[in-house]
């Protein structure tokens, strides 16, 4: 937490879900490319080696043709549980210069079987912060938490 006269640096999506957290985390992983762009955007591009040190490289389209690449390195991966990843280097731990945030996505059991999930998004900087919330992250990854619930409840 941050003090009063520190600005926080994180944007927090929490949500209680009504499926297992193994399912919502195998579905996470498993069918990505469905659910990471919120609709209308597509992701025709999505190469994932999910592992801790793996490389992803996503890219979502809207439907004017605008394009948002993005691609990164999982640092942390604990199954059924817990997917950190971060922007911060490419395949082969090659930096980032232009670096902007690292995500801790947590798979918390409840006790009706449920999930709380929990999806942190960690800046390097109060301008990246401010940026992230601005371009809509709390609607934009509400909305795609949305779609990956819809496809867990299919499985």
Known sequence: MSSPTEPSLELILTRDIPVSPE????TWHQRLQEWWAPKPLTTPVCEVDFRPGGAFKTLMRDPEGTE???CG???DIEKGSRIVLTDAYDAGWKPNPAIFFTAVITFDPLPDGGTRYTARALHWTEENCKKHKEMGFHEGWAQCLDQLIEIAKQN
């Open 23 to 26: 399912k919502l985390f195998q």
């Open 68 to 70: 948002y690449p993005a």
């Open 73 to 75: 390195i999982f640092l």
